[in-house]
C-alpha cells in the first residue's frame, strides 16, 4: 500500500493556472502508474489523466487535452498536474491514485488501489 497526499489546490479565475502536487509514501514509487481524478458535486467522479512508471506514456481526458499536463518525479516521490486555461467547469475536487498491477487501462478508477484524499479546485468565472 502506498499513502498519498494531493496540495495546491485553491480558488483561481477563468484562465488561471495550478499546480497540483500528490507526495507518495510507503512503497516504491517507480513501481506504480499514477493517474489524476476530479469528481464535481453530483457527479460521479471522472478520469483526468495518467502517467507511467518512468513518465514515458501518458494519456489525457479529452476535455483536458493541451490545458493539463501530468508529470512524475520518482526521486521525489511526487506527480505533478499542471492545470492551464481553467475553465469553470474544472472545479471539482481533484484526486491522485497509484495502480501497481495495469489489471485494467489507467481511464478506469478500479485499476487503482490506492488513493488520496482530495483537494478542491475552484474555478470562478
Known amino acids: 500500500q502506498v499513502q498519498l497526499a494531493e496540495s495546491g489546490g485553491g480558488l483561481v479565475q477563468a484562465g488561471g493556472s495550478l499546480r497540483l502536487s500528490c507526495a507518495a509514501s510507503?512503497?516504491?514509487?517507480?513501481?506504480?502508474?499514477m493517474g489524476w481524478f476530479r469528481q464535481a458535486p453530483g457527479k460521479e467522479r471522472e478520469f483526468v489523466a495518467a502517467?507511467?512508471?518512468?513518465?514515458?506514456?501518458?494519456v489525457y481526458e479529452d476535455s483536458v487535452k493541451g490545458r493539463f499536463t501530468i508529470s512524475r518525479d520518482n526521486g521525489k516521490n511526487t506527480v505533478y498536474l499542471q492545470m492551464d486555461s481553467l475553465k469553470p467547469e474544472d472545479t471539482a475536487v481533484y484526486f491522485c491514485?497509484?495502480?501497481?498491477?495495469?489489471?485494467?487501462?489507467?481511464?478506469?478508477?478500479?485499476?487503482?488501489?490506492?488513493w488520496g484524499q482530495g483537494t478542491q479546485v475552484t474555478v470562478s468565472s
Open positions: 502517467i507511467s512508471w518512468n513518465g514515458a506514456n501518458t
Open positions: 491514485a497509484a495502480d501497481r498491477r495495469s489489471t485494467y487501462p489507467p481511464q478506469m478508477p478500479q485499476t487503482y488501489a490506492d
Open positions: 510507503g512503497r516504491i514509487f517507480s513501481n506504480y502508474r
